[in-house]
């Protein structure tokens, strides 16, 4: 009883108290595993929604980034193509594109720049001077089809401001989070336009035409206040017979060789500022090997010297002044020459006295308050459109720009009726408004004379191509101006196209009024 005792108490109530205090620890154990798996889910969600936050961030901020750069570059383009497109609307400056075609602009540009899920929507919008800007949006294409064909709606022709809003919408990772099914990345850019000075920079053909400011007010104005490029016809810049181009034998060419084809076989260099280095065997670079280039005109031999004078008489017509409008002349004339120190064996040229043109004449005209400065290019005869105009077409061809809404336009009227305009390229052309002629039996010294108009002896720039007048051997640059050639205006019978078409250096003028010569636009502040 005593042992059976013992072994009670051993297996009793003190026992049963020790197995009870032993069993809840192990049950404990077990739930804060449970608890610990609670918390790792709970981080990990966080963990996952803060790296899809991060992504959807920086997914919108790579999305707002794609966007801007469309915005920019649409803006940046309509803007040169609004700048390049000046015209004179009842003598006032408007624009000679419609909203139609400057929405095609806007959108080519936009595609180039897509987002990583497509081209952003756009809109644009253009803005008026004044104290407060008046935004017009822009008109887009019937069935947004490009080039726009139909209705074409005339830009306001106060506007100086172009605007280009762009957005793209994407679906969020926390779009079941946020409640927003898709978010959306916008931005916009803005332009100013302005009026810019001719810049005297840039391809230059062998080919002047005189001076006549009338031309300025009336030849660049649109017939009715229409400037829809289907309506408004392209101006004759040569033909064989214009009166403000045929003087004499002289057509319009010049030749812009180093050396003077007057005072053969005495060689006397041209009153040019800089004859065409590019690639002269009579001046290769220092230490260089001789670079002719190739010959365009058929009539060099193979290669062609750019500084000209082949044989003054016959192969700087044949040979150097075709490839001058292939290569574009890459020396340099002036209208701020002095001359007062002359090149050997070369006359001086002639003062000009008092010219009547100098009243109201374009920017530059820096010879107007000196009479004695300016470059003087000697002549060339013969028929542009016959020996130049293929090699002319070549040029545009090669480093012409297929203009929006002008370029697959079909010519309605005129001597290139039926022609597509095609590419076209601005060149700059000096305009002349004096000239002499050449005697090789004068006296030494005073074989140059300036020519005066048979009707006025006082004012040589009335010279016109009626009359008695000599032919003029050589001319003096007065000013320049950009025009803008189209392959499909240049034949044998006529060469065609439109004044002005430059686009200027911002810095020059940033709040100039338009003009139809030259203007900029650049990229301001969007507020």
């Given at each position: 009883m005593q042992a059976g005792q013992r072994g009670m108490v051993c297996g009793g109530p003190e026992s049963m108290r020790?197995?009870?205090?032993?069993?809840?620890?192990?049950r404990y154990s077990r739930d804060e595993r449970g608890q610990a798996l609670v918390v790792v889910a709970l981080a990990v969600t966080v963990?996952?929604?803060?790296?899809?936050?991060?992504?959807?961030?920086?997914?919108?901020?790579?999305?707002?980034?794609?966007?801007?750069?469309?915005?920019?570059?649409?803006t940046a383009a309509v803007g040169k193509y609004l700048a390049t497109s000046v015209v004179l609307i009842n003598g006032s400056p408007g624009f000679g594109v419609s909203q139609e075609n400057a929405w095609c602009v806007a959108r080519t540009y936009v595609a180039r720049n897509p987002s990583t899920i497509g081209p952003a929507d756009f809109t644009l919008q253009f803005g008026s001077s004044g104290p407060t800007t008046v935004w017009t949006t822009a008109a887009a294409p019937a069935g947004d089809t490009c080039p726009a064909t139909g209705t074409a709606t005339q830009i306001p022709s106060n506007t100086i401001y172009l605007r280009v809003e762009t957005s793209v919408a994407f679906r969020p990772l926390l779009a079941g989070v946020i409640g927003r099914s898709q978010i959306t990345a916008s931005a916009s850019a803005r332009a100013r336009l302005s009026g810019t000075g001719v810049p005297l920079s840039g391809p230059v053909w062998p080919m002047v035409r005189h001076y006549d400011p009338t031309?300025?007010?009336?030849?660049?104005?649109?017939?009715?206040?229409?400037?829809?490029?289907?309506?408004?016809?392209?101006?004759?810049?040569?033909?064989?017979n214009a009166s403000n181009v045929v003087y004499g034998n002289f057509k319009g060419l010049v030749d812009m060789s180093r050396y003077s084809s007057r005072y053969s076989p005495t060689a006397a260099q041209q009153l040019v500022t800089k004859w065409d280095q590019s690639g002269s065997a009579q001046a290769p670079p220092p230490g260089g090997p001789t670079n002719l280039l190739a010959d365009h005109s058929g009539n060099c031999g193979g290669t062609w010297d750019t500084a000209g004078g082949e044989d003054p008489q016959n192969q700087d017509k044949q040979c150097s002044i075709p490839n001058w409008f292939y290569y574009a002349f890459r020396g340099a004339v002036s209208l701020t020459s002095t001359w007062t120190a002359l090149p050997a064996n070369q006359e001086a040229p002639s003062a000009l006295g008092t010219r009547s043109i100098c009243s109201t004449p374009p920017d530059p005209s820096p010879?107007?308050?000196?009479?004695?400065?300016?470059?003087?290019?000697?002549?060339?005869?013969?028929?542009?459109?016959?020996?130049?105009s293929d090699n002319m077409k070549a040029r545009i061809g090669l480093d012409g720009t297929w203009i929006e809404g002008r370029s697959n336009q079909v010519v309605l009227r005129g001597?290139?009726?039926?022609?597509?305009?095609?590419?076209?390229?601005?060149?700059?052309?000096?305009?002349?408004?004096?000239?002499?002629?050449?005697?090789?039996?004068?006296?030494?010294?005073?074989?140059?004379?300036?020519?005066?108009?048979?009707?006025?002896?006082?004012?040589?720039?009335?010279l016109t191509a009626s009359g008695n007048s000599p032919t003029p051997d050589r001319v003096h640059l007065f000013t320049a101006a950009s025009f803008t050639f189209y392959e499909g205006l240049v034949s044998t019978q006529a060469i065609q196209g439109f004044w002005g078409g430059a686009f200027g250096d911002p810095a020059s003028c940033q709040t100039?009024?338009?003009?139809?010569?030259?203007?900029?636009?650049?990229?301001?502040?969007?507020?």
């Open positions: 020790s197995a009870s205090r032993s069993v809840p620890f192990g963990l996952l929604a803060a790296v899809a936050l991060g992504v959807d961030w920086g997914y919108g901020l790579t999305q707002r980034r794609l966007t801007q750069n469309a915005a920019d570059s649409a031309e300025y007010d009336t030849r660049m104005s649109c017939p009715g206040g229409n400037c829809d490029f289907t309506q408004v016809a392209p101006m004759t810049f040569w033909s064989p010879s107007c308050p000196t009479s004695t400065i300016g470059d003087w290019v000697e002549t060339a005869g013969g028929n542009v459109g016959q020996n130049m001597p290139n009726s039926g022609n597509q305009y095609g590419k076209a390229l601005t060149i700059l052309v000096y305009l002349w408004d004096c000239a002499e002629s050449f005697s090789s039996s004068a006296p030494a010294g005073s074989q140059w004379s300036l020519i005066m108009p048979s009707h006025s002896g006082t004012d040589c720039s009335q100039c009024a338009l003009n139809p010569l030259a203007n900029t636009a650049y990229l301001v502040p969007d507020d």
